[in-house]
């Protein structure tokens, strides 16, 4: 069954380092997201990005990060300049549809650490 | 403000029983998703409810849209459904078409022994 493929699975950095982090969705799928777990805490939306263009963001997506598509497969969040306080798992959804219409399918995860 | 509450935050089982996770949130919403998220942390979507119920192996979920509450049912329960089990809804608030911006509850944490 075709999945959702993030790297790395653990990213180390120190405050104020730029980080990219990797996601391959699933080949056929349009809407792609990105989420936040920061440890012991709710799952929180980041990012929405469909059609090439980021169609719904939260608060918490400000200046400092970032989605692209670079090409047909990559999708990619880069933080520029990380906090310690940007430590979460992050994870990578897609959907053939949007989410009030199709199921989410996620990837595993990258668990940054910001020190 | 649109808050999701699951009950119970914990839940310990013996394998066999018959399990009810309960999620209750405040605002009309357009989708209901049932999550289940795995020791090592990775998410997997288990339902999208818009209403009704539907039904997957030991695994059934129901909404209702009128009481702003959903459930999630496991039969059998068997120790490998040991994980959390998340809740999250898309308020209507959000917009009519597509996208991913859901409000999550906090996720009961169930543990079925053998």
């Known amino acids: 069954e075709p999945e959702v493929t993030q790297t790395p699975s653990h990213q180390v950095t120190q405050m104020g380092q730029e980080v990219i982090l990797r996601c391959v969705p699933i080949?056929?799928?349009?809407?792609f997201y990105w989420y936040r777990q920061i440890l012991g805490q709710k799952v929180e939306f980041l990012v929405s990005?469909?059609?090439?263009?980021?169609?719904?963001k939260s608060e918490i997506f400000d200046d400092q990060f970032s989605v692209e598509r670079p090409d047909g497969s990559n999708f990619t969040l880069k933080i520029r300049s990380t906090k310690l306080e940007d430590s979460a798992m992050y994870f990578c959804?897609?959907?053939?549809?949007?989410?009030?219409?199709?199921?989410?399918?996620f990837g595993n995860g990258t668990r940054l650490t910001v020190t | 403000k649109n808050e999701v509450e699951q009950s119970p935050q914990n839940l310990t089982a013996q394998e066999g029983e018959f399990i009810t996770i309960n999620c209750s949130y405040s605002?009309?919403?357009?989708?209901l998703h049932w999550l289940q998220q795995h020791p090592g942390g990775g998410i997997v979507s288990l339902f999208m409810?818009?209403?009704g119920k539907k039904k997957h192996g030991r695994l059934i979920a129901t909404i209702n849209i009128q009481e702003k509450h959903s459930s999630l049912h496991i039969t059998a329960s068997h120790p490998r459904d040991s994980a959390v089990y998340i809740c999250?809804?898309?308020?209507?608030?959000?917009?009519?078409?597509?996208?991913?911006?859901?409000?999550f509850g906090q996720g009961t944490i169930l543990t079925v022994h053998p």
């Open positions: 990005f469909y059609n090439n263009e980021i169609s719904e």
């Open positions: 080949s056929n799928h349009l809407y």
């Open positions: 409810l818009s209403s």
């Open positions: 605002v009309g919403i357009s989708a």
């Open positions: 959804a897609s959907s053939t549809q949007g989410a009030y219409n199709s199921p989410l399918h």
């Open positions: 999250a809804v898309r308020p209507v608030s959000f917009g009519g078409t597509s996208y991913g911006k859901l409000t």
